[in-house]
T-cell receptor, first 113, second 115 residues
Framework: RKEVEQDPGPFNVPEGATVAFNCTYS??????FFWYRQDCRKEPKLLMS???SGNEDGRFTAQLNRASQYISLLIRDSKLSDSATYLC??????????????FGTGTRLLVSP | DGGITQSPKYLFRKEGQNVTLSCEQN?????MYWYRQDPGQGLRLIYY???????QKGDIAEGYSVSREKKESFPLTVTSAQKNPTAFYLC??????????????FGDGTRLSIL
């Protein structure tokens, strides 16, 4: 079983749609979680950290379910510019102040006019 | 602006040749990392360093070497022992604090190909 698993997609949605991605992780000791966005042939960029209570940043909402070991990302009112690959990332190093990140292979989102 | 600079953007390696990828950051981050990304795969950790003059092997260190003589710099050498070096190489850095929730910030990558 992969340490971090994501549906590769692609998810094809029209502009204005709401779309949700899920991600599961296998290491129950994982302490911190992130969503990164990666455009084609570019570097990953941090989209948002994921907190236990859930958190929102504009049109983006992230949720964490520690009991079921999954993380979700919800995008509301999709824009053409949201088209990218979304990487689920888990820190398996524990609460040491240092990071050992494990990256999912990403979920590809295509938003069409 | 603060950030991470990788160079070159594209690099070609001849068989039997060692090549070095540069990574410099001015974010005053203690930790630096090297990853490689292959098509359809997640990023995989090659080497990391938490502090100057110290570094650790990641998951796929064979065929690679690094040094950390300065806080700002973490160059990666792809040696001739790495038989499948064609990939997108990404350097990252992060703070090392009292919380593990410190995000990593990435340079814009180096694409390495075999001639």
């Amino acid at each position: 079983r992969k340490e971090v698993e994501q549906d590769p997609g692609p998810f094809n949605v029209p502009e204005g749609a709401t779309v949700a991605f899920n991600c599961t992780y296998s290491n129950s000791a994982s302490q911190s979680f992130f969503w990164y966005r990666q455009d084609c042939r570019k570097e990953p960029k941090l989209l948002m950290s994921v907190y236990s209570s859930g958190n929102e940043d504009g049109r983006f909402t992230a949720q964490l379910n520690r009991a079921s070991q999954y993380i979700s990302l919800l995008i509301r009112d999709s824009k053409l510019s949201d088209s990218a690959t979304y990487l689920c990332v888990v820190n398996i190093a524990g609460n040491t102040g240092f990071q050992k990140l494990v990256f999912g292979t990403g979920t590809r989102l295509l938003v069409s006019p | 602006d603060g950030g991470i600079t990788q160079s070159p953007k594209y690099l070609f390696r001849k068989e039997g040749q060692n090549v070095t990828l540069s990574c410099e950051q001015n974010l005053n981050h203690d930790a630096m990392y090297w990853y490689r990304q292959d098509p359809g795969q997640g990023l995989r950790l090659i080497y990391y360093s938490q502090i100057v003059n110290d570094f650790q092997k990641g998951d796929i260190a064979e065929g690679y070497s690094v040094s950390r003589e300065k806080k700002e710099s973490f160059p990666l050498t792809v040696t001739s022992a790495q038989k499948n070096p064609t990939a997108f190489y990404l350097c990252a850095s992060s703070r090392v604090g009292d919380s593990s929730n410190q995000p990593q910030h990435f340079g814009d990558g180096t694409r390495l190909s075999i001639l």
